[in-house]
């Protein structure tokens, strides 16, 4: 079963550190997502993005946050300086197909970021 | 409130009984999804209602949608242990260039043995 790798699986950082989350998203997919969830609320939205650019993104996603597909495997969500509020767990997910079709997402396990 | 918000929030049943959860939403869907949260870990799609449908079942999952009255609901059927997790709704947003998939709050289910 193909599936969505994000490393790595817990960070620790100091306040005001940069923060670089890394996803292999499924080979073949072609949308690609991250969403976040602060312990025991709701799974948020952050940003999609496909064909090398943003397609929507939330507006918990300002400057601070961007996203590459560096290579043809790598999906990354960088964090330039990370604040107390970020910690939470950063889920990447891909899906085939975007837009409001029957498209289901493939979520990784998340990344755990501590902000200290 | 946001798209997608599942009542109750937090369900507590012995093995062997039925679970049935609640979403609401609130613009117009081309399909509705339901995912599950095993603690700590990533979201798995569950299923997928389509919104010309009414009723869909898998395995032991029953779902049900209703657009006039824009609410969905889950029942897990013969629920075990290993059932045990969060369930969230999931709507794609109505935006024509839109692309994202948003989750309500969820709801917690404990299976006791």
């Known amino acids: 079963e193909p599936e969505v790798t994000q490393t790595p699986s817990h960070q620790v950082t100091q306040m005001g550190q940069e923060v670089i989350l890394r996803c292999v998203p499924i080979?073949?997919?072609?949308?690609f997502y991250w969403y976040r969830q602060i312990l025991g609320q709701k799974v948020e939205f952050l940003v999609s993005?496909?064909?090398?650019?943003?397609?929507?993104k939330s507006e918990i996603f300002d400057d601070q946050f961007s996203v590459e597909r560096p290579d043809g495997s790598n999906f990354t969500l960088k964090i330039r300086s990370t604040k107390l509020e970020d910690s939470a767990m950063y889920f990447c997910?891909?899906?085939?197909?975007?837009?409001?079709?029957?498209?289901?997402?493939?979520f990784g396990a998340g990344s755990r970021l501590t902000v200290l | 409130s946001q798209q997608g918000e599942e009542d109750p929030q937090a369900l507590s049943i012995q093995e062997g009984e039925n679970a049935t959860m609640n979403c609401s939403y609130k613009?117009?869907?081309?399909?509705l999804q339901w995912y599950r949260q095993n603690s700590g870990r990533g979201l798995v799609h569950l299923i997928l209602i389509r919104s010309n449908e009414r009723e869909k079942h898998s395995g032991r999952l029953r779902v049900t949608l209703d657009t006039s009255k824009k609410s969905s609901s889950l029942l897990i059927t013969a629920s075990r242990a290993a059932d045990t997790a969060s369930y969230f709704c999931a709507t794609w947003s109505a935006k024509a260039a839109g692309n994202k998939l948003t989750f309500g709050g969820g709801t917690r289910v404990l299976v006791k043995p």
């Open positions: 997910a891909s899906s085939k197909t975007g837009g409001p079709g029957a498209n289901v997402l493939t």
């Open positions: 080979s073949n997919h072609l949308y």
């Open positions: 993005f496909y064909n090398n650019e943003i397609s929507e």
């Open positions: 613009t117009s869907i081309n399909n």
